[in-house]
């Protein structure tokens, strides 16, 4: 049974940092691609960033180029998000996913099957 623990969210000001983890089990990183995902109150969720399965591409939104940075260490089968320079806007529940699909890489959230419960961030202003 695949499963997605995140941990690590909290409340930070703004210009803050925070890092994000997700821990996965009942598979390994080359049997799947792990995506982190935000959800604000009353939008949608959202791509945040991805990594192919087998590490092959990493895929980053825009919005967090340059901010936020992905990683993962194989050994503990868990996947970071680093969350520099931090904005209100960044406020949201984040979740970590992962998917069978070599294109998931895009992030596109119906791609992903298998979801964590979710990390709350809050940025202050």
């Known amino acids: 049974e695949v499963q997605l623990v995140e941990s690590g969210g909290g409340l930070v000001q703004a210009g803050g940092s925070l890092r994000l983890s997700c821990a996965g089990s009942?598979?390994?990183?080359?049997?799947?691609?792990i995506g982190w995902f935000r959800q604000a109150p009353g939008k949608e969720r959202e791509g945040v960033s991805c990594?192919?399965?087998?590490?092959?591409?990493?895929y980053y939104t825009d919005y967090v180029k340059g901010r936020f940075t992905v990683s993962s260490d194989y050994a503990k089968n868990t996947v970071y998000l680093e969350m520099n320079s931090l904005k209100p806007e960044d406020t949201a529940v984040y979740y970590c996913?992962?998917?069978?699909?070599?294109?998931?890489?895009?992030?596109?959230?119906?791609?992903?099957?298998?979801w964590g419960q979710g990390t709350q961030v809050t940025v202050s202003s």
């Open positions: 996913a992962a998917s069978l699909y070599y294109s998931a890489a895009n992030c596109q959230v119906d791609l992903y099957a298998f």
């Open positions: 009942g598979f390994t990183f080359d049997q799947l691609g």
């Open positions: 990594i192919q399965r087998g590490g092959g591409s990493t």
